[in-house]
C-alpha cells in the first residue's frame, strides 16, 4: 500500500517514487530536514524563513545558528501576500 501511494504522489509532484517521503508528522519532518540539510551548512550559509511559518518550522533552523548559519525571516505584506 505504501509503495503504491507512494508511486500517487510521485505522480502528483512530477517527481521519483523514491523521492518521497512519509514521517510521522511535519515537525518530525522538518526537524530532521534540517538536520540533515544542517550537516553540510557552513558559518554564513543563509536559510530563509517567512513571518507566516509556524515556529515548527523556524525553530529547527534557528538552531542552526549557533553554528554560524544566518536564519533570515522575510515579512509578508498581507494585503497583497509578497
Do not use: Y
Not at 523514491?18 to 519532518?29: A, C, D, L
Not at 530536514?33 to 534557528?62: F, M, Q, S, Y
Request: glycine share 8%; hydrophobic share 45%; proline share 1%.
Amino acid at each position: 500500500m505504501i509503495s503504491a501511494v507512494r508511486g500517487t504522489m510521485a505522480d502528483f509532484f512530477n517527481c521519483a517514487a523514491e523521492e518521497v517521503v512519509f514521517g510521522q508528522n511535519m515537525t518530525t519532518i522538518t526537524l530532521g530536514l534540517a538536520r540533515a540539510i544542517g550537516r553540510e551548512l557552513k558559518a554564513g550559509d543563509e536559510i530563509v524563513v517567512t513571518t507566516l511559518d509556524h515556529d515548527a518550522n523556524v525553530g529547527p533552523w534557528r538552531a542552526l545558528e549557533e553554528r554560524g548559519v544566518v536564519v533570515r525571516q522575510v515579512d509578508l505584506r498581507e494585503a497583497t501576500a509578497r
